[in-house]
Nanobody, 121 residues
Framework: QVQLVESGGGLVQAGGSLTLSCKAS????????MGWYRQAPGKQRELVAA???????NYVDSVKGRFTISRDNAKSTVVLQMNSLKPEDTAVYYC???????????????WGQGTQVTVSS
């Protein structure tokens, strides 16, 4: 089984910064995309940022220029650096990874347990 363990959420004032980290562990053959989603109360879960194994990144428009996603393939870790945080960034943030457990097995979607990010005004 695959586990995605997140850390780094918390409470911060508007304009502040937080760093989220997520490490994938378990019997993993390969990891394709890794990323972060978020879900605010009463809203749908949305993609915040994603990164491929080759380093290509994708961001939702609302965080471009403020958030940076990075990845360490050797450590199966993805990091989201969040700067200039706004109250509207408040949400539960979920780590996401597309994982292949064995050679030639299908890609599987895996989620972390979620970490709360609260930005006060």
């Amino acid at each position: 089984q695959v586990q995605l363990v997140e850390s780094g959420g918390g409470l911060v004032q508007a304009g502040g910064s937080l760093t989220l980290s997520c490490k994938a562990s378990g019997s993993i053959f390969n990891i394709k995309a890794m990323g972060w989603y978020r879900q605010a109360p009463g809203k749908q879960r949305e993609l915040v940022a994603a990164i491929t194994s080759g380093g290509s990144t994708n961001y939702v428009d609302s965080v471009k220029g403020r958030f940076t996603i990075s990845r360490d393939n050797a450590k199966s870790t993805v990091v989201l650096q969040m700067n200039s945080l706004k109250p509207e960034d408040t949400a539960v943030y979920y780590c996401h990874a597309e994982v292949m457990l064995r050679r030639w097995s299908p890609w599987e979607t895996n989620w972390g347990q979620g970490t709360q990010v609260t930005v006060s005004s």
